[in-house]
């Protein structure tokens, strides 16, 4: 992907930001899984994801009710070069519900 596509949205933006083609891959992808950041030491990916990228949900793995993160979807943003913090703001899904 061309980065020099992406804007830089302000606040006002965000909403057709969220719109934007780089989001729909992220909605459309294979699930991969919810896990809670204990089983992501061990079943993750071995990055380390940016606290914006979690959310609450039951863990896929240990089934607690723990903040989350959906690996398959951090790094689809974080391989566009997007911040968590940016990701969040749009309000797209950071887990699979
Ligand atoms: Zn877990
Ligand atoms: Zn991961």
């Given at each position: 992907?061309d980065?020099s596509?992406?804007?830089?949205?302000?606040?006002?933006?965000?909403?057709?930001?969220?719109?934007?083609?780089?989001?729909?891959?992220?909605?459309?992808?294979?699930?991969?899984?919810?896990?809670?950041?204990?089983?992501?030491?061990?079943l993750?990916?071995?990055?380390?994801?940016?606290?914006?990228?979690?959310?609450?949900?039951?863990?896929?793995?240990?089934?607690?009710?723990?903040?989350?993160?959906?690996?398959?979807?951090?790094?689809?943003?974080?391989?566009?070069?997007?911040?968590?913090?940016?990701?969040?703001?749009?309000?797209?899904?950071?887990?699979?519900?």
């Amino acid at each position: 992907m061309d980065r020099s596509r992406i804007p830089n949205p302000t606040n006002s933006d965000l909403k057709v930001w969220a719109k934007y083609a780089w989001a729909y891959p992220v909605l459309e992808s294979d699930a991969g899984q919810n896990l809670c950041a204990e089983c992501h030491k061990t079943l993750g990916c071995g990055r380390t994801h940016g606290i914006y990228f979690y959310d609450t949900g039951h863990c896929d793995n240990c089934g607690k009710v723990n903040e989350l993160v959906n690996c398959k979807i951090a790094h689809r943003i974080e391989d566009l070069g997007i911040s968590d913090r940016l990701y969040y703001e749009t309000r797209l899904p950071r887990i699979r519900k």
